[in-house]
T-cell receptor, first 110, second 115 residues
C-alpha cells in the first residue's frame, strides 16, 4: 500500500456519460497530481492541486475538471465521455520532491 | 517546455546479465530531478531511482544505477544481474524545481527478461 488511495479501481461506462474518480493523498501531503496513461503510453500530466487550490494545468480537456477538498482528497470529473478517454488515470501526492502514486483507476468507455 | 525521450521502445536481456536503458531530455534549467520508474503488469508506478542534477555522483540503488551526463542531457539506467521480476515498463521522468514541479515522462521502454 503506497498510502495514496484511488477509487474505484475499474470503471466501465458508456459514451456520453460522466464519471468521478477519487484520490486520497498520503497523510500530510498537500499536493495532488492527476495523470492520464493511454494504452502503452507515458503518463500525461493533467492537473495539480495544492492545499485546495489549483496550481497548474496540463493537457486537460475542457470536459474534464478536478477539485481538492478541505480534507485534501481530490476528485477528477470526466464528462461527455468518448471512446478515446479510455485510459488509466493515476493520482500522485508529493512532499519534498518525492512522488507517491496510487494504483490507478482503469476507465473503459464503451 | 521540457521533454523526455526514450529511444528504445523494447529491450530484452538474459537473466543475470546487465542491460542499459537510455533516456535523453531537453531543458534550459540548471537544477532539476530525474527519475526512473518501473511499471510492472500490475500497472503500479514504482520509483526505482532518483538523481538530483546538482549532484555529480551517479545514484545507485542495489542492482540499479544511473549514468547521468548533465552536459549531454542523458540519463541512462543500468540494471545488473537482471532478474525475472525486473520485467516491466520503465519510464524516465524529469521534474523541474520551479512552477508546478510536475513529472514529465518519456514514452517508456518495455524490458523483457529471458530465462
Amino acid at each position: 500500500d503506497s498510502g495514496v488511495t484511488q477509487t474505484p479501481k475499474h470503471l466501465i461506462t458508456a459514451t456520453g456519460q460522466r464519471v468521478t474518480l477519487r484520490c486520497s493523498p498520503r497523510s500530510g501531503d498537500l499536493s495532488v497530481y492527476w495523470y492520464q496513461q493511454s494504452l502503452d503510453q507515458g503518463l500525461q500530466f493533467l492537473i495539480q492541486y495544492y492545499n485546495g487550490e489549483e496550481r497548474a494545468k496540463g493537457n486537460i480537456l475542457e470536459r474534464f475538471s478536478a477539485q481538492q477538498f478541505p480534507d485534501l482528497h481530490s476528485e477528477l470529473n470526466l464528462s461527455s465521455l468518448e471512446l478515446g478517454d479510455s485510459a488509466l488515470y493515476f493520482c500522485a501526492s508529493s512532499v519534498g520532491g518525492n512522488y507517491t502514486f496510487g494504483s490507478g483507476t482503469r476507465l473503459t468507455v464503451v | 517546455a521540457q521533454t523526455v525521450t526514450q529511444s528504445q521502445p523494447e529491450m530484452s536481456v538474459q537473466e543475470a546479465e546487465t542491460v542499459t536503458l537510455s533516456c535523453t531530455y531537453d531543458t534550459s534549467e540548471s537544477d532539476y530531478y530525474l527519475f526512473w520508474y518501473k511499471q510492472p503488469p500490475s500497472r503500479q508506478m514504482i520509483l526505482v531511482i532518483r538523481q538530483e542534477a546538482y549532484k555529480q555522483q551517479n545514484a545507485t540503488e542495489n542492482r540499479f544505477s544511473v549514468n547521468f551526463q548533465k552536459a549531454a542531457k542523458s540519463f541512462s539506467l543500468k540494471i545488473s544481474d537482471s532478474q525475472l521480476g525486473d520485467a516491466a515498463m520503465y519510464f524516465c521522468a524529469y521534474r523541474s524545481l520551479q512552477g508546478a514541479q510536475k513529472l514529465v515522462f518519456g514514452q517508456g521502454t518495455r524490458l523483457t527478461i529471458n530465462p
